[in-house]
């Protein structure tokens, strides 16, 4: 997320940051910013960045590579970024057969993206690692937990890829994982190798995952193997108590960059017909491509709270050129106002959805002042606000304020009507042109199963 707002330098940065704390970061190097040619990041990183990044200590591989069309099409660019690293971590949604074959060939290990049981079983007989994920938004996990069941937990993990700070506040991270699959039915003792061993042997950390002589002593104690909630944890035998702050300089700040704002850039000129429109499914990321015809009136297309039918707008916040992308979803439940974000995957330039252009133009304002952040407004009032100074995706604040914060903005989204139990993780991924079908950047609709760009009348 970093390396798409900072470059490579935000990655070296927060390499440095993380080293000195009792918690072990490893890292990924970003194989794909941006995700694809339909993103707009502050600069792309090279091969020459993804090898100082994999020069590092905890570096341990090549990140995700989310541009699958191209290493199925053998892409010189993307398979020389492959050449680097034999350990490489896969996106591959709704990838099936001989194109699934093809990059589990090009040398990607695993997959976070199966969302059925058929797809999950493909990629464990493809060779690869099948990891589970269960985040805020996007929920796989009783999908994909028939399979740990009846074939074992044999290069199976768990992971969260995003959850909200809430979520992990009240039910927990990994461990909410483990205590979701025990309650299913998976035997303790493999929900727990799904949860350490699994991913330490993935990963190639032969020194973590197993209580064994000669391992490091990263150890949980718990009461019971049911709620899987520790009352001790000690890390390298030292009792952790509480993480340090790290300090946070100011060059990782200020990173929105916006031009002229008003709301006439929301304005979608339009003469009737229908026009495509995003449609979001309920628990996972993926989108419909739907069409309907926008309100209209005067020339121009309009929200309609009615028929659920918001505008929504993704603008290039890192370079201020101005370039918007326009467009119609369908799903957030909203009756007035506007939601906006700098958070959204994986460019993380600004996406906002709303009702009207003033409440629109009033919310990306409102970013653009706070530095970067999430924000919820009705007319030019805002209701609640989320501040993420830090490349604008991260709070510097304690975690007790920023799920304070947290909380506020989905209560105030609900107020506006939204109906989405985490609106903003939902939004976020709106604007990821990697997962299919409808999805919207700053350059426009991308209709992610044909891989190109789309005009917004269908």
């Known amino acids: 997320e970093l390396a798409n707002v900072l470059g490579s330098d935000g990655v070296h940065w927060l390499l440095d940051a993380s080293a000195e704390i009792p918690l072990d970061v ?4 970003s194989s794909c910013v941006p995700a694809s040619v339909y993103e707009s990041p502050r600069r792309s990183l090279t091969v020459g960045d993804l090898e100082g990044l994999l020069r590092r200590r905890r570096v341990i591989g090549l990140a995700e590579m989310m541009n699958f069309p191209g290493v199925v099409a053998g892409d010189e660019h993307e398979l020389a970024k492959l050449a680097l690293a034999t350990h490489v971590d896969g996106h591959a949604p709704g990838v099936r057969g001989r194109e699934l074959q093809a990059y589990a060939a090009a040398g990607i290990r695993s997959d976070h993206e199966a969302s059925t049981a058929d797809e999950g079983r493909e990629r464990l007989r493809a060779g690869m690692w099948l990891l589970i994920r269960e985040a805020s938004a996007a929920r796989n996990l009783h999908a994909l937990l028939p399979l740990a069941r009846d074939y074992g937990p044999h290069r199976i993990a768990f992971c969260t890829d ?31 190798v799904m949860a350490s061993h699994n991913v330490a042997q993935y990963h190639g950390l032969e020194h973590l995952g197993a209580v064994a002589p000669g391992r490091q002593a990263d150890l949980l104690l718990l009461p019971d193997l049911e709620r899987f909630v520790p009352d001790l944890v000690l890390k390298r035998g030292s009792l952790v108590e509480q993480i340090p702050p790290a300090p ?3 060059w990782v700040k200020h990173t929105v960059r916006l031009g002229a704002l008003g709301p006439e850039m929301f304005r979608v000129p339009w003469d009737g017909g229908p026009a495509r429109v995003i449609g979001l499914v309920p628990g996972q990321i993926i989108t419909e491509s739907l069409v309907d015809e926008p309100a209209q009136g005067r020339g121009e297309a309009f929200a309609d709270p009615e028929r659920d039918l918001a505008k929504i707008a993704v603008i290039e916040r890192h370079l201020g050129t101005g370039r918007i992308g326009l467009g119609f979803v369908r799903g957030f439940g909203l009756r007035r106002g506007a939601l906006a974000s700098t958070v959204s995957h994986d460019a993380h330039n600004v996406i906002v959805v709303g009702t009207d252009d003033t409440s629109m133009a009033f919310a990306v304002r409102r970013l653009a002042n706070l530095g970067g952040g999430i924000v919820v407004v009705d007319g030019a009032q805002a209701l609640a606000e989320l501040p993420l100074p830090v490349a604008g995706i991260l709070s510097d604040r304690p975690l007790a304020d920023v799920i304070a914060g947290s909380h506020a903005i989905v209560a105030a989204a609900a107020e506006l009507g939204c109906t989405i139990e985490a609106p903003f993780q939902l939004l976020a991924f709106l604007a990821l042109s990697v997962i299919p079908s409808l999805k919207i950047t700053d350059r426009g609709l991308v209709d992610v199963d044909r891989f190109e760009l789309v005009p917004l009348r269908a």
Do not use: T
């Open 26 to 29: 490893f890292f990924m190097a």
């Open 162 to 192: 995003d959850r909200e700070p809430e979520h992990i506040d009240a039910d927990g991270h990994i461990n909410a994982i483990v205590r979701d699959a025990v309650a299913f039915g998976i035997p303790p003792e493999d929900a727990l």
């Open 248 to 250: 946070v300089p100011e």
